[in-house]
Nanobody, 121 residues
Framework: QVQLVESGGDSVQAGGSLRLSCVVS????????MGWFRHPPGKAREILAT???????TDVESVKGRFTISEDNANHRVYLELNSLKPEDTAMYYC???????????????WGQGTQVTVST
């Protein structure tokens, strides 16, 4: 059973930075992918970034240039660097794992418990 544990969330001032970490118990798929989501209060969960087993990354336009996904495969860690944080970035942030389908899309199957990021003015 895959277990994902996020950490690094905190309360920060607008313009600040954080580095979120995800500890991965195992990689259940040969063509695995890892991603980060966030879930703001009162809004739907949204994907932020994905990294695939071949190293290819994707992100969404709304955070492009501010958030960066990376992976330390040897140590089973996935990271999300958050820069130039804004109050609207306040949310629970989740790490997730899935498999990359034939179209190159990550099909997520497991999520972690989440870590809270709060950005104040």
């Amino acid at each position: 059973q895959v277990q994902l544990v996020e950490s690094g969330g905190d309360s920060v001032q607008a313009g600040g930075s954080l580095r979120l970490s995800c500890v991965v118990s195992e990689y259940a798929y040969e063509q695995y992918c890892m991603g980060w989501f966030r879930h703001p209060p009162g809004k739907a969960r949204e994907i932020l970034a994905t990294i695939h087993s071949d190293g290819k990354t994707t992100d969404v336009e709304s955070v492009k240039g501010r958030f960066t996904i990376s992976e330390d495969n040897a140590n089973h860690r996935v990271y999300l660097e958050l820069n130039s944080l804004k109050p609207e970035d306040t949310a629970m942030y989740y790490c997730a794992q899935g498999y990359t389908d034939w179209g190159g899309i990550c099909r997520f199957r497991v999520w972690g418990q989440g870590t809270q990021v709060t950005v104040s003015t």
